[in-house]
Every structure is written in structure tokens, then in C-alpha cells.
């Protein structure tokens, strides 16, 4: 079973002497007894040799934690792996969890070998799913643009065995649907990783385009920046208007036949921030190719949609400008007109993302959707409130919920929000119906409630709505981890996988 993520999958039993395979992974349990082998493919007298000496060969079983050791007759592979799995987790949900991380690290360290067979004692479908999607996480190598250099990024595994006793039929849906997911991350992580030089509203619009290309059920539409003028988007036309290089809003609808709800999502996607005439000092715009995420998100959400033929249409909304100084750049007191009809009056040319996904939301709001959701690297105070790997999450109680248990079973971390209605009042402007800008003070949450101004109604009611301010996740400046490499995560695809399947 393959794709174009080339990455292939399939399942093998526990009996190891027909395993054909260049590395064999077992887990390893940390505790406060020692580590322990998670698993027992090998027979009993090289399994229980082989535990006690975890110690001595340095094996704490904590995460990341991956130690190569000769190979030997029982394993089947030429080298045995350890992986690190952490405390044993009693809860099924968290353990699905540990093994999707353990899976995706191991693969990822495991970069330049062909061939990995995972015996992390994956007992039910659900675990071997786990460990399928953590592995096609890792499986992610991107040379960018290197001319001379890219022999030197090693490629990724490419075959990958998950030993259990799951029957092949019953893990093959299993199996597609991890293929899947992991090429959605791919194509995130590749769009965010692309530099601002080759990545700009027209031809992010191609790529988005090129995406869905023949996929069932998939229609699109492109405005260019007269149109965007014509129709009323004062955010996005305002936004982008400074740049050589004008703004564009893609809408990627995917409508299965029979499909009874809607899920419409808004992603943000400026392509690069300078901060506009609101300029910001040199060293924060180092990262600033990353700020079209969200909207990298969304579209790769629509497209695994369509991949996995789920029962729900799937509407996305992918606002795209360039925020940059120059003549005919937006100035602090200019007042747009928004595609809502509010008007709203720019403080800092620097809250941008705002004024996009206003005009977003509100297009999205005139579809009706029966839930709405806006995901994007909003804030810099959603940084400081969480840190670089907790997304944040508010809006309506009920759909916020249903965000953190999505994120919960997918292994990515979201924490819910308030959005206090004292902060609402920051938002006050004295010539224009709400201004960009409030207290700088819980700032994440402030912004929230400007994105909220936005949302439309459905039937009478405010249409079921939630923010997702993933700026920390959606872009790693450290380090490796998990199925995490440096730089473009493709976090918040399988949570937003996970919810919209919760509508079916």
C-alpha cells in the first residue's frame, strides 16, 4: 500500500523469522523500577537478556530517547532500535498517544534507512492506527531550495512494517487514512518552509489550486485584488495593497453527494509580515514566511477530506495578502470597509491577520455553515500565554470543547480559552465601528473578540464558532522532537481531521 507521500505500509506478525526489514523498533518503558521492554517479539531468553541490560547500556525509556545495538538471529533486521515510550500510560487514549509519538520519532531518527519494522505491542486497530500516523509523520525530509547541499539531508524511511496481530484487512482502512494524514502534513510543512521569495498570494492561489486538482467533490475560486475591491473585502485589498505583489482569497469547497453538515474553516495566510508601515525591529520577521499556516492548514484539511471521502462538506477559506511598507500601504487611522460592512479602524498596521480573516469569516458566515471555525498564527501573545508547542482554543463553550477533544485523541496540545467580555470594550474606536487594536493585556483573547464581530448568523442564531491560534505550534525554531522536524510542523491537521469527522 502506497502513495505520492513514498511512504508504504503494512502489517506483519509478531513471529519475526520470515521479517525482512533494515532496523526493528521495540519500545521501552521508563519507570521507577528501570525501563522495561514494552513489547515481547523475540523469545523469552534474548527478550529477558536483553532487558537486563537496558541500564548498562545507557536506556532510560523516556521520550526521544532512541538507542541503536547490533542486530542479532531472533530480530530478523541487522539492527535492533529502542525507543523511548515514557511512563506506561493506564488511560487507552494516552497510550494511543505515547505510541504515535514513539513511532513518529523513531522514524524520523531513523532518516536514511529503508526499511523499519515498529514492535511497539500495537494490540487493536485503533493502536496500530496510532502508530501508522506517528511513522508517516516522520517520514518527512524537505531539501527546499539547497543547490549543492541537499545529498546531505538523508531521506526518509520509505517501508515501514508495524508488527501485530491485527489482520491485514482490518488495518488497511487504518492505513490509508495514516497515508493520507501524512501527506496533508507534508504539503503543509512545505508550503510554511517555502520562503517568501517563491511563496506570494498568486502563487500560493496556483499551489492551492494545483492541490485539489481532480479530487472528487472539489470546486474552487480564485478573486484577484480588483475583485477583492469590487466586492467589498476592505481587509484583505487593505491588508495587501502595499505589496508589488497583490492579495488573493481561495476558496476550496469540498461537497460530497448527500452531505447533511458543513464545516467551514478560515485560514490566515500572509505570506510574509514586515509589519507594514507598523514596521517590526529586523530580528521578528526572521520567521515571518510562517504566517500563512493557517491558511496552509485549511487546504490540506479540504484535501484529506476529499482523500478520505468523508460524509461532510468541508468549505475553506484561504486569506492571502503580503504585509508590507511602501506608498500605497494601509496607515494607522486609515478606516476600511469590511466585507461584513463594519468599518474598522486600523491602530498598528501590525494586527493584519485580523483584518483578513474578518473578511474571511464573514464570507464564510453567508454560506451558513453549521460550525465555523478560524485557524491562525495570530498572536505573539498566544507564545507567551502557552509556549511554542500548546495551541490555544476559544470561542462558543461547545465547539471549543469539541476542538480540545479532537486535539486530545490526535496527540496535539490545545488548551481552552476565555474570552472575557470586560476586554471587549478595548475594542472601542472613536470614528469607526470597532477598532484593531485593544488591551494589550491578554491580547490573544482581545483579538478573539475582534475575529468574533465577524461571525454571521444561521437560522436567527450566531453561527457555532471557534478561534484556533496555533502561532507557537504551527512553526518549530528548536530542535526536532516526535514526528516534529524543525521548522513547518503540519500541527493542527489531524486535530481538525478528527473534529470534522466527529460531524459524520
Known amino acids: 500500500m502506497s502513495d505520492s507521500h513514498d511512504l508504504s505500509f503494512s502489517v506483519t506478525t509478531p513471529d519475526l523469522e520470515a521479517l525482512e526489514a ?4 521495540l519500545g521501552v518503558y521508563s519507570g521507577k523500577e528501570g525501563p522495561s521492554l514494552a513489547t515481547n517479539p523475540l523469545d523469552a531468553e534474548t527478550a529477558e537478556g536483553l532487558e537486563a541490560i537496558l541500564e548498562d547500556l545507557g536506556v532510560s525509556g523516556g521520550q526521544d530517547e532512541l538507542v541503536r545495538l547490533p542486530g542479532f538471529d531472533e530480530a530478523g533486521a541487522d539492527v535492533v532500535a529502542l525507543i523511548g515510550l515514557g511512563s506506561q500510560k493506564e488511560d487507552a487514549a494516552a497510550h494511543r498517544v505515547a505510541l504515535r509519538y514513539a513511532a513518529g520519532s523513531a522514524v524520523r531518527q ?3 534507512v529503508e526499511t523499519v519494522a515498529l514492535a511497539l505491542g500495537a494490540e487493536s486497530v485503533e493502536e496500530v492506527a496510532a502508530i501508522a500516523e506517528g511513522a508517516a509523520y516522520g517520514a518527512f ?3 527546499q531550495l539547497r543547490a549543492k547541499t541537499a545529498d546531505s539531508v538523508k531521506a526518509p524511511v520509505a517501508e515501514v512494517l508495524i508488527v501485530t496481530d491485527v489482520a491485514p484487512a482490518e488495518a488497511e482502512s487504518a492505513l490509508t487514512r495514516a497515508l493520507i494524514l501524512g501527506e496533508a502534513v507534508d504539503h503543509t510543512r512545505r508550503l510554511v518552509n517555502t520562503p ?16 485539489v486538482e481532480g479530487l472528487d467533490n472539489v470546486e474552487t475560486k480564485v478573486w484577484d485584488y480588483e475583485e477583492l475591491v469590487a466586492e467589498g473585502f476592505g481587509g484583505i485589498a487593505g491588508v495587501g495593497q502595499g505589496s508589488e505583489r497583490k492579495p488573493r482569497l481561495v476558496e476550496v469547497k469540498y461537497t460530497p453527494e448527500k452531505a447533511e453538515k458543513t464545516v467551514a474553516i478560515v485560514g490566515k495566510g500572509i505570506t510574509f509580515d514586515t509589519g507594514g508601515i507598523s514596521l517590526k525591529p529586523a530580528g521578528s520577521m526572521t520567521t515571518m514566511k510562517s504566517d500563512m499556516a493557517g491558511a496552509a492548514t485549511v487546504l490540506n484539511v479540504v484535501a484529506a477530506a476529499s482523500e478520505l471521502n468523508l460524509p461532510v462538506a468541508v468549505h475553506g477559506y484561504l486569506c492571502l495578502a503580503e504585509n508590507m511598507p511602501g506608498g500605497n500601504s ?18 498598528n498596521t501590525d494586527a493584519e491577520g485580523r483584518l483578513v480573516m474578518a473578511d474571511g469569516l464573514a464570507l464564510a458566515s453567508e454560506g451558513e455553515p453549521d460550525v465555523l471555525l478560524d485557524i491562525a498564527t495570530l498572536t505573539g501573545a498566544q507564545l507567551i500565554a502557552l509556549g511554542v508547542r500548546t495551541a490555544a482554543v476559544m470561542g462558543d463553550d461547545t465547539v471549543r470543547q469539541q476542538v480540545v477533544e479532537a486535539a486530545t485523541e490526535a496527540g496535539e496540545d490545545y488548551w481552552p480559552m476565555p ?8 475594542l472601542k474606536s472613536p470614528v469607526a465601528d470597532l477598532q484593531n487594536i485593544g488591551s494589550r493585556y491578554g491580547g490573544m483573547l ?4 475582534f475575529l468574533e464581530e465577524f461571525v454571521g448568523e444561521k437560522d436567527g442564531a450566531k453561527i457555532p464558532w471557534a478561534h484556533l491560534d496555533f502561532a507557537g505550534p504551527s512553526f518549530n525554531e528548536e530542535g526536532p522532537y516526535g514526528y516534529t522536524p524543525k521548522e ?13 469527522e466527529a460531524y459524520a
Do not use: W
Open 110 to 112: 531513523l532518516a536514511g
Open 446 to 449: 482581545v483579538a478573539g473578540q
Open 22 to 25: 533494515d532496523v526493528l523498533v
Open 330 to 347: 494601509i496607515r494607522p487611522e486609515d478606516v476600511l470597509t469590511m466585507r461584513s460592512g463594519h468599518t474598522v479602524e486600523v491602530m
Open 488 to 500: 513547518g510542523t503540519g500541527h493542527s491537521i489531524a486535530t481538525l481531521i478528527k473534529f470534522i
Open 196 to 211: 517568501p521569495s517563491h511563496l506570494y498570494p498568486e502563487t500560493f492561489a496556483e499551489r492551492a489550486l494545483t492541490r
Open 141 to 143: 525530509a524537505d531539501t
Open 419 to 426: 474570552m472575557p467580555e470586560h476586554l471587549r470594550k478595548s
